[in-house]
C-alpha cells in the first residue's frame, strides 16, 4: 500500500506564507507526477500545481507568481510554498501522486487526506 501524508497547513493572515509537504511511503517503485489540488466548501476540487519527476511544473492562473511547487525525488516529498496569501486560497489543500509500485506496474493515483489552509482577511 502507499500513503501520501500532508502537513503546513493552518491559519495565516493575508499576505502570509505557508509551506505545505506531501510524503508519500509504502511500496513504492517510481513517483511520475505529483501535484497539489484544493477544494473550498461548497466548490469543485481544482488543480493548483502539478510538477513531473523531471521537475516541469504547471500552475493554475490563479497561483501563478504566489505558489511554488517543488519536490525531493529522493525523499518521495513534494512541497508547496505559498506566498502572498489571500482569503480566496481557503481550502482544504490534497497531495495528489502518480505511483508505479513495480517495475512492471502500472499508474496507480493516490491521494493524501489533505490539510487545511484558513486565510484570515
Known amino acids: 500500500q502507499v500513503q501520501l501524508v500532508e502537513s503546513g497547513g493552518g491559519l495565516v493572515q493575508a499576505g502570509g506564507s505557508l509551506r505545505l509537504s506531501c510524503a508519500a511511503s509504502g511500496s513504492i517503485f517510481r513517483i511520475n507526477a505529483m501535484a497539489w489540488y484544493r477544494q473550498a466548501p461548497g466548490k469543485q476540487r481544482e488543480l493548483v500545481a502539478s510538477i513531473t519527476s523531471g521537475g516541469s511544473t504547471t500552475y493554475a492562473d490563479s497561483v501563478k507568481g504566489r505558489f511554488t511547487i517543488s519536490r525531493d525525488n529522493a525523499r518521495n516529498t513534494a512541497y508547496l510554498q505559498v506566498n502572498s496569501l489571500k482569503p480566496v486560497d481557503t481550502a482544504v489543500y490534497y497531495c495528489?501522486?502518480?505511483?508505479?509500485?513495480?517495475?512492471?506496474?502500472?499508474?496507480?493515483?493516490?491521494w493524501g487526506q489533505g490539510t487545511q489552509v484558513t486565510v484570515s482577511s
Open positions: 495528489n501522486a502518480e505511483v508505479i509500485k513495480s517495475f512492471w506496474g502500472s499508474t496507480i493515483s493516490y
